[in-house]
């Protein structure tokens, strides 16, 4: 009778609580991966800010550079492609979201 009990056990625990468990964390897995909405909201505003602010620190390295000729930016030039190379990978990511 034990004997029979155990294999019942160990069949039940093989064939439903481990796929249960499996699928349950393949569903929570699932879930949180996603962005929601207001955080590819939030992600567009930031983007825009950031290009702007990289604008007026543009704006404001040539007119100190006007002001006096011998200083030189701290950060590099905006004619420089390192420069906003974060900048254009979301750009990019951003018009391909928009495609799909």
Do not use: C
């Amino acid at each position: 009778m034990e004997e029979a009990l155990t294999a019942i056990f160990i069949v039940s625990i093989l064939f439903i609580g481990l796929p249960w468990i499996i699928f349950h964390y393949i569903t929570k897995w699932k879930t949180a991966a996603t962005l929601t909405t207001s955080d590819e909201t939030l992600l567009e505003e930031l983007h825009a800010m950031a290009r702007r602010l990289d604008d007026r620190m543009d704006t404001v390295e040539r007119i100190i550079s006007a002001d006096n000729p011998d200083w030189r930016p701290a950060r590099l030039t905006s004619a420089d492609d390192q420069d906003d190379y974060g900048l254009e990978q979301v750009e990019r990511m951003l018009k391909e979201r928009v495609r799909k």
